[in-house]
């Protein structure tokens, strides 16, 4: 991902912001008496080659990488649904290739969110929501991706298109313009509507868009998308941030996470993949599918 990456992150402070008010308002608004709680783990793509020998054996195809990512990860950041429709038949052949708690989270048509920005596009819409559906149990959120250049003076298209939305399908949302950081009353009136429909939003941890970083929480559910920078000191010290900061979200009330990890070219996902998880298990004792690097497998069937 190129939006926000610096090449000298030197002088970034990559402290996480304190808790939103609001956000811990939501959470009280939906207490997880039970303790309930998911974490997903996803990355931008299953298509990188270069896994191959570290999570996907080294003679694997790439029509079969899908189905051993699935083992590693579950959930995915699917940016091609950005482009164009699927056919019936590739999300049907996607869909049988994963696993029951597998979930997709396709991303909404450029033509809808870039180019129309979200205006006279109905048809559009019902097209890729129905098509969607094909995923059935195995759909997780839909992305909304808004350009950096949409601002808040476009908050009535973007209001009146998450009205209309179906509600039967999960809708996340990406904000990316900083004047939705700056004015609190519209961001309030928007996190209103969504907190009403159960709609998510994304808060992205990137070094060169700190703004971005926002903390607004809507729902039990939240997706964050961290993009790390080769794996250097900073990125793990994120993570332990990260991951208490989600602990003590889940003690409010926090029922479910859909974390992204990103690496220049996808090529280190697995290993910060393989940090998040081994983490986590250890630190505060969550469950879920992540990266086994195949080299440590190697190592550890040798004693």
């Given at each position: 991902m190129d939006f926000g990456r610096l090449k000298d992150i030197s002088g970034v402070d990559?402290?996480?912001?304190?808790?939103?008010?609001?956000?811990q308002m939501v959470l009280r608004n939906h207490p997880n008496f039970v303790g309930n709680f998911e974490f997903r783990l996803g990355a931008p793509a299953w298509?990188?080659?270069?896994?191959?020998?570290?999570?996907?054996?080294?003679?694997?195809t790439p029509q079969t990488f899908l189905h051993y990512y699935s083992q590693y990860f579950d959930t995915i950041e699917l940016n091609?649904?950005?482009?164009?429709?699927?056919?019936?038949?590739?999300l049907l052949k996607w869909k049988s290739t994963v696993p029951d708690y597998f979930r997709f989270c396709p991303k909404m048509l450029q033509n809808v969110s870039h180019r129309k920005r979200l205006i006279n596009c109905h048809q559009e819409v019902i097209e890729f929501t129905e098509q969607m559906q094909l995923f059935e149990n195995k759909l997780g959120y839909t992305w909304l991706q808004m350009p950096p250049d949409f601002?808040?003076?476009?908050?009535?298209?973007?209001?009146?298109?998450i009205e209309k939305y179906p509600t039967h399908i999960p809708l996340a949302l990406e904000l990316r313009h900083d004047s939705w950081?700056?004015?609190?009353?519209?961001?309030?009136?928007?996190?209103?509507?969504?907190?009403?429909?159960?709609?998510?939003?994304?808060?992205?941890?990137?070094a060169g868009r700190r703004d971005v970083l926002h903390m607004r929480i809507t729902s039990p559910t939240l997706l964050v998308?961290?993009?790390?920078n080769e794996l250097v000191d900073s990125d793990f010290s994120r993570v332990d941030s990260w991951l208490k900061r989600l602990q003590h979200l889940k003690m409010q009330g926090l029922q479910e996470v859909y974390f992204f990890a990103h690496q220049p070219e996808d090529i280190l996902c697995p290993e910060i993949g393989n940090y998040i998880g081994e983490k986590s298990k250890s630190k505060y004792n969550w469950e879920f599918t992540y990266p086994i690097l195949r080299e440590k497998v190697e190592q550890q069937s040798l004693f």
């Open positions: 990559f402290s996480l912001p304190e808790e939103d008010p609001y956000s298509s990188c080659a270069a896994w191959k020998g570290k999570i996907y054996p080294e003679k694997s091609s649904t950005h482009y164009g429709i699927p056919k019936a038949e590739t601002d808040i003076q476009e908050v009535k298209p973007l209001l009146n298109f950081f700056k004015d609190h009353k519209v961001l309030d009136e928007l996190s209103d509507l969504m907190e009403s429909r159960g709609d998510a939003m994304i808060i992205t941890d990137v998308r961290f993009v790390g």
